[in-house]
């Protein structure tokens, strides 16, 4: 990233803060206490900061996954439905296909497993978009739905916990859950990966033969058709990642979080990690520190909401004008 | 009584200046025509009366009165209409609906004052069709006739047409012509941009030349010949500089046998190994869908195409839309065409760039043609001349058998014009075919071994000793047709 | 009870009618050529902005009017970044749904803290059984909406803008206003609709509460093939259906209950496979105009 190019991110993130430091005063908190409340809830102690980093690995890697989407001018607005088809398959192959295997063996295929099932829910609508002419934008929000209802008829029905307590499924088992990192209590191994494959992404999407044609068409599908790319070829490509990506992220949260499948898994990380991407300006490396800022506004929302009395959704009105002043202040311009 | 007066206007968009003091006057009850070649500024001119472009500086008189036209509306406002080469109709509304289209009026619209206000416009201006006939549906010829009646109908007594013949066959031009010389007894200013000048002699009174974007002569058309307005409007001042390739030629490397998809019928070429093959020709005659053919972008409706001799490359006629991707950086754009359906240049080693060897070839390639920029600037921010480079210099990679080259030169400066130039002779000269696509007379003369027109979608060879700027300009402007 | 009765027509009408008004929101923009993805937000301002003046005012009138109102404001920030600032109306509007939820979360949680009891909005009472004033009032949106499309020069204004910017400009038509006014107008529609899901079927306000339906706007106005009457007829449809679901489920069929809240949404995504490639939309759909050179 150039040094002009991170103007529009901070300017951004400035505007925002003021619009919501306004918003503070209007909803009768004072601004500095409410986001002292919530940096201190985000960073004050280890706990804090643990929960965070845990917070910033599913928007990450959808983050990610937007960003190469959005730059492939492909619409994928559907990362939170990806992440529960991921969770709910994950979930499955740990709980039921292969509880007794062992963890070399059942942590990769549990997180591949939710990539796998990603790809697939990214793919209905890129099926749809190169079969059917329908807009990935309607089918992926509504592909949205489905998977979390799905989820819903998994936990009432065929992945519930077999005591039949709750709507659940079973604890995973041990080997199925991603390791701790050595001397910490909460980050797990899926942290990490997520920070990694961000760069991988930056690599596929600014160093790669593949990524310049994934550019290429979102700058300009006119000129990549006359220098011999098939656009569409690309789009269900880019679906298919970012899909995957984002079911990747439902099965690191089974699997590193919350150790089982139950509604309401996700507090809305596919639809903040369009914000991360945008706020990103579709930069897979910039995705690092959007992720680490959302993920800090989600898990110092709570400390805000019991400190500064400030309710915990106001976080989303703030990630909406970071997304409205991302807009407004332009994206990657296409051609003409 | 003059009725429109444009004096001196000018326009710049970006680095092209469009009109460049440019002016015109036009009397009450005057069939006036405008001629120029593309790119001299005749859109941009009546653009400018019919308030759609604002000059930069200039004055607007209609009827005396000095104006500022703030759009359309305020043109229609003072009598002005413009019927648009790509017409301004809806094509998704019927002939009704576009006819009271912007019309003031009650608040309520109902099908059957539609229909009559439609009716008594059809059965006053002579067209034969249904007002609830999607307009989508018509001729093109229709169309015409539907915008001129849609202008006449709203008052206007300055009727502008932008090349309205270009699109129509010679049986309709002939009605044209005859409408154009009824309006005028009735008193209307009709303006009339044509390139052909059978129509000007039949119906124009005086004819205005523009070029770069001023006007060169303004003279009665009684009288006047073919040679003297083809000398106005190409100019003849500069002799060409350079001389076409001195080679050997080979081989067919590129074949079409019948090339048709609108407005092409049946196109034949062959392009041989070392030779410059330039078809001329006026803008809209067919160049575009040819490009697109041979770009493999256009499904052909009959024909064949056959690359006998691979690789082909195309140095596209629109480097703006379809040649670059402005977003892009100039390496990239370099190794762009070589990237796609999977392939892989030979600065990306296993699917990844080698940055190094990425930015030798495009420092190579800045300093072979002289192009400023750094290797990763987005091309956007090029100039057009540089720009262009960078297509040609696309193109150049893989060596090309055939080399297929569509206005070049169009919009850059001297220097960069004759770099380009010598550029594609030097490819001729290694033995590769060149097919050059271009409106540029002068272009087509210096550069060319064979010389083809283009003129409503069909080719006409020229002789050898026809190779003159008169009768090559004679031919562009239907010479061959008639 | 059975099955099939009077009462599943009811259910229909009532399942149907909000959604045909917030289809009637989205119809109006595209059809001047703005696509507005942010309908399900203004739909949830909306809904707010009713339960609130509801329960404050008692007046089910005030409370349908300022739901409008504030669905007219969700359209105009939409408005300003996609037709001033021309950003992307798709990114744009998934931005103005964040927004409207996180914005209709915070101001309900700090308006009704949850120590204070709830009251219920107003309802709005059936005038006959079945015959809601909300169904009627639908019923007269579709027609006006239809009426002014078809029967208006400024109807035909809009038309034209969403068909072919530019030539409707050269004809002096007024794109921009044509834009500003139809977006604004469909944020009126969809705050209505919000409305009426507090005023006449819940009775209440819950976050998120319009759960999708401003996409399945979205997708009927696919499906209607951007004609008031049958973009209507497939809000009936789902309507129908959704009813039916319900009916299925009080008779307690084993069917499992997430399953069948699933179908609307099913239902529509094979609509969009069955009609989105044949519809033709208006052709300068998305298309931002910029006036002058």
Redesign the interface.
């Known amino acids: 990233m150039r040094r002009a190019e991170l103007v529009a991110p901070v300017a951004a993130i400035l505007a925002a803060l003021a619009l919501s430091a306004l918003l503070l005063l209007l909803l009768g908190a004072n601004p500095v206490d409410a986001l002292g409340a919530l940096v201190k809830g985000a960073f004050g102690d280890r706990l804090a900061l643990e929960n965070t980093l845990v917070r910033m690995a599913p928007l990450l890697l959808i983050g990610a996954g937007i960003s190469i989407a959005f730059r492939c001018g492909v619409w994928n607005i559907g990362g939170e439905g990806q992440l529960y088809a991921g969770a709910l398959v994950a979930t499955w192959v740990a709980t039921r296909l292969l509880p007794g295997a062992e963890a070399v063996l059942l942590v990769p295929l549990v997180l591949l497993a939710g990539a796998a099932a990603g790809a697939l829910w990214g793919g209905i609508a890129a099926g749809l978009r190169v079969g059917r002419g329908v807009s990935e934008v309607l089918s992926t929000i509504l592909l949205n739905f489905i998977a979390v209802l799905g989820v819903a008829w998994a936990v009432h029905g065929p992945l519930q916990e077999l005591s039949g307590a709750y709507p659940q499924s079973d604890t995973f088992p041990a080997a199925a859950r991603l390791p701790m990192l050595p001397g910490s209590l909460r980050v797990h191994a899926g942290v990490l990966l997520a920070m990694v494959l961000p760069v991988a992404i930056w690599i596929l999407l600014f160093r790669s033969a593949a990524g310049l044609r994934l550019r290429a068409v979102g700058l300009s599908p006119e000129a990549s058709r006359y220098a011999g790319i098939y656009p569409l070829r690309e789009t269900v490509r880019v679906l298919l990642i970012s899909g995957g990506l984002a079911g990747l992220a439902g099965a690191v949260e089974v699997s590193g979080v919350t150790g089982r499948l139950f509604e309401n898994l996700s507090p809305g990380y596919g639809f903040t990690g369009i914000a991360v991407a945008l706020l990103a300006r579709l930069h897979p490396l910039g995705v690092l520190p959007a992720a680490l800022l959302f993920a800090a506004l989600a898990s110092g929302s709570g400390a805000m909401q019991r400190i500064a009395g400030v309710p915990a959704v106001t976080v989303q009105v703030i990630e909406a004008f970071v997304i409205f002043f991302s807009v407004g202040f332009a994206l990657p311009r296409r051609n003409g | 009584m003059l009725r429109v007066e444009l004096t001196e206007l000018r326009k710049r968009?970006g680095s092209v200046q469009a009109l460049d003091g440019a002016g015109l006057e036009i009397a009450a009850g005057e069939v006036h025509a405008l001629l120029g070649e593309n790119g001299a500024g005749k859109t941009t001119l009546v653009?400018a009366l019919?308030g759609?472009?604002?000059p930069d500086s200039g004055s607007i008189r209609i009827d005396g009165e000095l104006v500022q036209l703030r759009?359309?509306?305020d043109a229609?406002e003072l009598g002005v209409g413009?019927v648009?080469q790509h017409?301004?109709?809806?094509?998704?509304?019927s002939v009704a609906?576009n006819l009271?289209?912007?019309?003031r009026?009650?608040?309520?619209?109902?099908?059957r004052a539609l229909r009559s206000h439609a009716a008594g416009i059809l059965e006053r201006y002579d067209l034969g069709f249904r007002p609830d006939l999607r307009v989508g549906e018509l001729s093109v010829a229709q169309k015409q006739r539907l915008e001129i009646a849609?202008a006449l109908s709203r008052g206007v007594e300055i009727l502008v047409l932008d090349e309205p013949t270009a699109v129509l066959v010679p049986s309709e031009i002939d009605s044209l012509l005859e409408l154009l010389s009824r309006l005028r007894e009735q008193g209307c200013s009709v303006l009339f941009i044509s390139h052909k000048l059978d129509e000007i002699t039949a119906v124009c009174d005086r004819v205005t030349v523009l070029r770069n974007g001023r006007n060169v002569a303004t003279r009665e058309v009684p009288g006047i010949e073919l040679r003297e307005l083809g000398e106005l409007m190409v100019g003849s001042e500069l002799p060409p500089p350079g001389q076409p390739p001195r080679t050997q030629v080979g081989p067919v490397v590129l074949r079409a046998r019948g090339l048709t998809t609108p407005p092409l019928v049946g196109v034949d070429l062959e392009l041989r190994a070392g030779e410059v093959f330039a078809i001329a020709g006026i803008d809209g005659n067919g160049q575009t869908p040819l490009e697109e053919v041979l770009?493999?972008?256009r499904v052909l409706e009959s024909g064949s195409l056959e690359l006998v001799q691979p690789p082909l490359a195309?140095i596209?006629g629109d480097r703006?839309?379809?040649?670059?991707?402005?977003?892009?950086g100039l390496d990239?754009n370099l190794?762009?065409?070589e990237?796609?359906?999977?392939?892989?240049?030979p600065e990306?080693r296993f699917?990844?760039?080698r940055?190094r060897e990425l930015r030798r070839s495009a420092s190579a390639a800045i300093e072979r043609l002289g192009i400023r920029a750094a290797p990763d600037d987005p091309v956007?921010t090029l100039s057009g001349g540089n720009q262009q480079k960078i297509c040609v210099a696309r193109a150049l990679r893989r060596d090309p058998c055939a080399l297929i080259a569509v206005n070049p030169t169009r919009g850059l400066d001297v220097r960069a014009t004759a770099q380009v130039r010598d550029e594609l002779r030097a490819q001729a000269e290694r033995g590769a075919g060149l097919l050059l696509i271009s409106t540029d007379l002068d272009e087509v003369l210096e550069l060319a071994n064979r010389i083809a027109v283009l003129f409503r979608g069909q080719l006409y060879p020229v002789a050898p000793a026809e190779h003159t700027r008169e009768r090559i300009g004679e031919l562009m402007l239907g010479g061959a047709a008639a | 009870m059975d099955l099939f009765d009077l009462g599943l027509v009811f259910a229909t009408l009532r399942l149907a009618a909000p959604l045909a008004a917030a289809a009637m929101g989205e119809l109006l923009a595209e059809r001047s050529g703005v696509l507005n993805i942010g309908i399900e937000g203004m739909m949830l301002c909306g809904a707010l902005a009713a339960f609130a003046i509801g329960t404050a005012t008692g007046s089910p009138v005030l409370a349908s009017l300022a739901g409008s109102l504030t669905g007219v404001a969700a359209a105009a920030l939409f408005a300003v970044f996609v037709l001033w600032r021309r950003a992307d109306p798709i990114v744009t509007g998934t931005a103005l749904n964040l927004f409207a939820l996180g914005a209709t979360g915070s101001a309900y949680r700090l308006l009704y803290p949850p120590e204070v009891p709830l009251s219920d909005a107003p309802a709005v009472a059936d005038w006959l059984p079945g015959l809601n004033p909300f169904v009627v009032g639908t019923a007269l949106l579709v027609v006006g909406v239809g009426a002014f499309l078809s029967y208006t020069r400024a109807g035909l204004a809009v038309r034209a803008a969403g068909e072919r910017a530019e030539a409707a400009h050269s004809q002096g038509v007024r794109v921009a206003a044509a834009r500003w006014g139809c977006t604004l107008a469909g944020g009126a529609c969809a705050g209505l609709a919000g409305a009426m899901l507090v005023l006449w079927i819940s009775n209440t306000f819950v976050e998120g509460m319009t759960s999708g339906r401003g996409f399945v706007a979205l997708a009927l106005v696919l499906f209607g093939g951007y004609r008031p009457g049958r973009i209507v007829l497939g809000a009936l449809l789902f309507g129908a259906a959704n009813a039916l679901q319900f009916r299925l489920q009080a008779l307690g069929l084993e069917i499992p209950y997430a399953l069948l809240l699933m179908t609307p949404y099913l239902l529509t995504l094979l609509v969009l496979a069955l009609f989105a490639g044949r519809v033709r939309a208006p052709s300068d759909l998305a298309r931002p105009f910029i006036a002058r050179e």
């Open positions: 968009f653009r019919y759609v472009v604002r759009g359309p509306r229609l413009l648009h017409f301004m109709l809806v094509p998704e509304l609906e009271a289209l912007g019309e009026g009650g608040l309520l619209l109902g099908p849609r770009a493999g972008v195309l596209s703006q839309r379809t040649g670059l991707v402005l977003g892009l990239e190794v762009l065409e990237a796609a359906r999977g392939g892989a240049p990306y699917g990844l760039v940055p956007r």
